[in-house]
């Protein structure tokens, strides 16, 4: 079988790559006047509407001060091998990882909360056998709505931004937020939530709260 060559009959436009994503980003540059065309294309190619769920680890300057980086890089590797297997049991692809943060996407948002809830009472679990100063705590945020999802790499969107708020910033440790999209979403019949406001900026931002 003749080996398949990188530059094919295939637009570059239609590959959902960062380099097709570079290139639409470079054409709204020099051309201006098709700034609305190419917006469209963008949201053609990647545009995706899917579950999201951002994972971030409690405790990293305070781990990191009293035992230093390799303990706290252990901390991170050991939540990736106790969290991974339970994203991709629920049908979900990590993303990418950075730091001590997860990105996830799953086709449904129930799905996001079962996975999410598995990975707290596996690291609830671990915790029993660990010290004290070393227990693994993650704060989860939950969304639901279009992403631009880069070749499985990257993502980006007004529903990932709020998400990663939710995880990254709202969330204390071990408690799962949902967003409005995610919630409307959720027909878990065994799950309660409980609705919430914080206003940021000035603006109310209404989240979920899993109880």
């Known amino acids: 079988m003749a080996q398949q060559d990188t530059d094919d009959d295939t637009p570059l436009s239609l590959r959902n790559s960062h380099a097709t994503l570079d290139r639409l980003l470079d054409d709204m540059i020099e051309a201006p006047d098709r700034i609305g065309e190419l917006a469209r294309t963008i949201e053609q190619v990647f545009c995706e509407t899917r579950a999201i769920m951002v994972l971030d680890m409690s405790g990293f300057s305070r781990t ?111 408690e799962i937020l949902l967003t409005e999209g995610a919630h409307t979403t959720l027909t878990l019949k065994n799950v309660e939530t409980r609705p919430e406001q914080l206003s940021i900026s000035g603006l109310a931002l209404i989240y979920h709260r899993l109880v």
Request: glycine share 6%.
């Open 64 to 174: 990191t001060q009293r035992h230093g980086i390799a303990a706290f890089l252990l901390m991170v590797h050991q939540m990736k091998r106790l969290a991974l297997p339970e994203i991709e049991d629920k049908a979900g692809l990590l993303v990418k990882a950075e730091a001590d943060n997860l990105y996830c996407l799953f086709d449904r948002t129930d799905n996001a909360v079962r996975a999410a809830r598995a990975i707290v009472r596996q690291l609830n679990a671990a915790n029993l056998i660990l010290p004290e100063d070393r227990r693994l705590y993650a704060s989860i945020g939950i969304g639901y709505g279009p992403v631009l999802n880069i070749d499985d790499s990257d993502l980006f969107g007004d529903e990932m931004n709020l998400t990663c708020k939710l995880g990254e910033d709202i969330a204390q440790r071990s």
